[in-house]
């Protein structure tokens, strides 16, 4: 299975705007539950959101939502039900998106299914030529990422089918490695389970919600996949994602800064153009693992140079829409990416696969997100410098946020409060009506007493 996030929260950002004028208390909902979905509470997170339907069930933001959640929960069936309706209440905005992404994490991926039905039929030879063909052909999806990774991912069980059922896919790997030593898809395929399986009992919360249990388990299960791997290297042949899983490895073994830029020079050595290298190093490099602020972003700037030319542009915008969608960052947020080289990278995403629903949707988002980002940062700035009294600074800032997000009530009604400051009562009047307008307030008036 290729595993991809739907439609995520930096969309419903956008929809959070636009349904503000709407019911305080489901926005809050929705916010607590974002929070309580990033620490892992994900029965927690599923409720807030629930609540907010019932608060406001035309709530677009709280169906997607609620609809990630059960995505990352494996209930696929619910997942889809709430990106439909998300989809039948914002069609122009959600329908595209929905289909283009839900197609990709329903598990009916055909290298994925191929992969199972020979490994359990025990056709060793055959499961070898497939990953030799897709390793072969270099085929790849249009955010960057090769088919081959479908064989292995595909291996992986979901993480809500029990321990035993695990279990049982590491036995059956573990025979295809028996039969077939020689076999790297074999050794990366066991490896790649194993990895999965550790960060299975990690769970996807903060640490302090990590059982020792789930340490315990964490750790022996990632060092047995990175024991699996690091003896396969002596086999003559050689498959790019063996140093994926590795670097995925690494990173739960808290690898310093010298291991784990070992791993991945080698690796890009030995396949320049591979994306998830790219993809696993901006992970790495993340303030939340081992990385410092705007690291990643500069690091990926490096990295998209040295390629050069279009396939680096394309790099580029293929790290930024994978670490949106498949790790819940928005990547715009610390202002240190280039959204003009985004933008382009696309454009030559949407040159080489131009039947790719997704990337056009995914180009359009992320370049809402974007500006909604940078909407948020003058509206920040301008907020900042009413409160330091300096009006012009103040001024110039909320123009800005409500050049960019016209229907934003709260750069109105500050924007209002500026003008009052310097006198303009009449400006100050029609700001405040305006902010009135985008979301009504009982017994709301603008102060006459100027």
């Not at 009413?386 to 123009?399: C, I, K, M, P």
Request: glycine share 8%; aromatic share 12%.
């Amino acid at each position: 299975m290729r595993y991809k996030t739907v439609i995520g929260h930096f969309l419903c950002a956008a929809l959070l705007l636009i349904a503000v004028s709407g019911c305080r208390d489901a926005t809050g909902y929705v916010k607590r539950g974002i929070e309580r979905e990033k620490k892992g509470d994900f029965d927690g997170a599923k409720a807030d959101f629930s609540k907010a339907i019932e608060l406001k069930p035309d709530f677009v933001a709280a169906y997607i939502d609620r609809g990630d959640v059960k995505y990352k929960t494996d209930d696929l069936n619910g997942a889809q039900a709430d990106y439909s309706k998300a989809a039948k209440l914002e069609p122009d905005l959600i329908h595209p998106h929905y289909l283009s992404q839900f197609a990709q994490v329903n598990p009916t991926n055909p290298i994925a299914d191929q992969a199972v039905i020979l490994l359990e039929a025990k056709q060793y030879d055959k499961l070898d030529a497939l990953a030799a063909t897709l390793r072969t052909s270099k085929q790849c999806y249009a955010d960057g990422v090769w088919e081959l990774s479908s064989l292995y991912n595909g291996l992986v069980p979901l993480n809500s089918v029990p321990d035993a059922a695990w279990d049982d896919r590491l036995s059956d790997i573990g025979l295809w490695a028996v039969a077939r030593p020689d076999s790297i898809t074999a050794r990366v395929a066991w490896g790649n389970v194993l990895v999965a399986y550790a960060w299975k009992a990690r769970g996807g919360g903060e640490v302090n919600t990590v059982t020792p249990e789930g340490w315990k388990l964490f750790f022996q299960r990632l060092v047995q996949g990175a024991s699996i791997l690091k003896a396969a290297k002596s086999l003559n042949e050689q498959c790019p994602e063996y140093w994926s899983v590795l670097m995925r490895a690494a990173l739960g073994l808290q690898a310093d800064r010298v291991q784990f830029d070992g791993i991945f020079d080698e690796a890009i050595k030995f396949k320049p153009d591979y994306e998830a290298y790219y993809f696993r190093r901006a992970i790495y490099l993340l303030p939340r693992w081992d990385g410092r602020e705007g690291e990643w972003e500069s690091d990926l700037t490096k990295s998209a140079d040295k390629l050069g030319g279009e396939d680096g542009d394309m790099l580029y915008a293929q790290i930024v829409w994978n670490l949106s969608k498949g790790y819940f960052i928005n990547p715009f947020q610390g202002g240190n990416l280039s959204w003009q080289r985004v933008d382009k990278g696309f454009g030559i995403i949407q040159q080489r696969f131009p039947d790719s629903l997704e990337a056009r949707m995914e180009r359009a988002y992320l370049a809402a997100l974007e500006q909604y980002t940078s909407a948020m940062a003058y509206y920040n700035r301008g907020y900042a410098d009413y409160r330091e009294g300096d009006l012009n600074g103040a001024l110039t800032n909320f123009d800005k946020t409500i050049e960019l997000l016209p229907t934003f009530y709260g750069a109105y009604y500050c924007r209002s409060l500026v003008k009052t400051a310097r006198g303009d009562f009449v400006g100050a009047q029609t700001d405040y009506d305006k902010s009135i307008e985008l979301k009504p307030r009982p017994g709301s008036n603008f102060p006459q007493n100027h």
